[in-house]
Each structure stands twice: as C-alpha cells, then as structure tokens.
T-cell receptor, first 116, second 113 residues
Framework: NAGVTQTPKFQVLKTGQSMTLQCAQD?????MYWYRQDPGMGLRLIYY???????DKGEVPNGYNVSRLNKREFSLRLESAAPSQTSVYFC???????????????FGPGTRLTVL | RKEVEQDPGPFNVPEGATVAFNCTYS??????FFWYRQDCRKEPKLLMS???SGNEDGRFTAQLNRASQYISLLIRDSKLSDSATYLC??????????????FGKGTKLSVKP
C-alpha cells in the first residue's frame, strides 16, 4: 500500500497563476484533510472532507477550493496564487466513525509550493 | 482563541539522557490529545495518544492534566533516532470527528552522540 500520495512534490508559481494539488489514499479511509505548514506555525487546516460528497472549511480556507472527487481522491485548488500561499501543503486521511474514538491521521509527504 | 503552546526548543541532549516536553492548551472543551513526531522535511506521524491515566509506550511516557490543561511527553534513554520535532495535538471534537485538530508549533529535539 502506498498510503497517502501527493503530487507534485515541488512547485513554483507566479502570482496570479492557478494550480491544483492532488492527493490520493489507498487505505479506504472516509475522511480526508488539507493542511498548510508555515515556519514558526503549527499545521493549520484548510479544508476537510468527513466523507465522500461532503467538504467543510477549516481554519484558513480563503484563497482555496477543494474537490472530493471520489473516496480515494481529494484535490486542493489555488485559483489565483498569492505569495502568502507559499507553504508546505500536507494531505491527510483517516477513518471516521462519528460514534467512535479518534482514529489516526495518516499524512502524505507534502507539496512544497513557492509563489513568486 | 484556540491555542496549543509548546516550548520550541531546540532541546540538545546527549544519547541516553531523559528529556521532557510540555504543552499547554487553552480550550477547556478539548476532548482528546496526542503527540505526533515530524522528522526534518517529512510528514507528521502519530507517536502516541495521551490519556488521563497516563500511558507508556516503551521509552515514551505521556501524561495529561485536564485541570491544569497541560500535556507532557517524557523520553527516557534518548537515541540518536529520536531527533525530530514533536508536535502536541489537541482535538476539540467528540468521537471520531477531526475537523478541529489544533497542532502546536512543535518542540525540536536533537540527540547528540
């Protein structure tokens, strides 16, 4: 099993360009997440999808859109990139049982994005 | 405001040392607590959950004090391979929901020969 995979690993954009970060998991998890990690900051949740067909905003959703394409795939789109979106982006997935206890989040290797 | 505070370190210790990390959280409604480990330029990985009764996994011991809103991680007999950043994580939601995970900024540990 590959776990959680992300593409691309690195990307450089110019201000105003758009791009989509791809994420896929093969663990049959129902919940998926997008985080950003900036120097000196903790990971911050951008969007999440508790189950296929649903998406919700996290702490820092402005400037981003997401699509839960199917159970395996969850993409993050930057419509008009800004330098403030320079960051490391992590996708994660977990099993979600609303009546159960916490289930570990598994993270992908990250995408390092620079916006000039 | 939702916050998880950690000493950023770095903690520089010799092999074999015992090191303790502390974490405080501001939201008393926090439901569950965790320590994640993040190696340099890698993704975070779950190290252990933290229970009110305290829990141990080999050389690692985690403690939770809900009254003081305080979480700790103790590493005994440090190994070179323990060098990493340790993230304190708090879940504000009940049950399995994870849309409200709050990550601390992390404490960096460097274990020297």
């Amino acid at each position: 099993n590959a776990g959680v995979t992300q593409t691309p690993k690195f990307q450089v954009l110019k201000t105003g360009q758009s791009m989509t970060l791809q994420c896929a998991q093969d663990m049959n998890h129902n919940s998926m997440y997008w985080y950003r990690q900036d120097p000196g900051m903790g990971l911050r949740l951008i969007y999440y999808s508790a189950s296929e067909g649903t998406t919700d905003k996290g702490e820092v959703p402005n400037g981003y859109n997401v699509s839960r394409l199917n159970k395996r795939e969850f993409s993050l789109r930057l419509e008009s990139a800004a330098p403030s979106q320079t960051s490391v982006y992590f996708c994660a997935s977990s099993h979600y049982d609303p009546f159960g206890s916490y289930n570990e989040q598994f993270f992908g290797p990250g995408t390092r994005l620079t916006v000039l | 405001r939702k916050e998880v505070e950690q000493d950023p370190g770095p903690f520089n210790v010799p092999e074999g040392a015992t090191v303790a990390f502390n974490c405080t959280y501001s939201n008393s409604a926090s439901q569950s607590f965790f320590w994640y480990r993040q190696d340099c330029r890698k993704e975070p990985k779950l190290l252990m959950s933290v229970y009110s009764s305290g829990n141990e996994d080999g050389r690692f011991t985690a403690q939770l004090n809900r009254a003081s809103q305080y979480i700790s991680l103790l590493i005994r007999d440090s190994k070179l391979s323990d060098s990493a950043t340790y993230l304190c994580v708090v879940n504000l939601d009940y049950g399995g929901s994870q849309g409200n995970l709050i990550f601390g900024k992390g404490t960096k540990l460097s274990v020297k020969p």
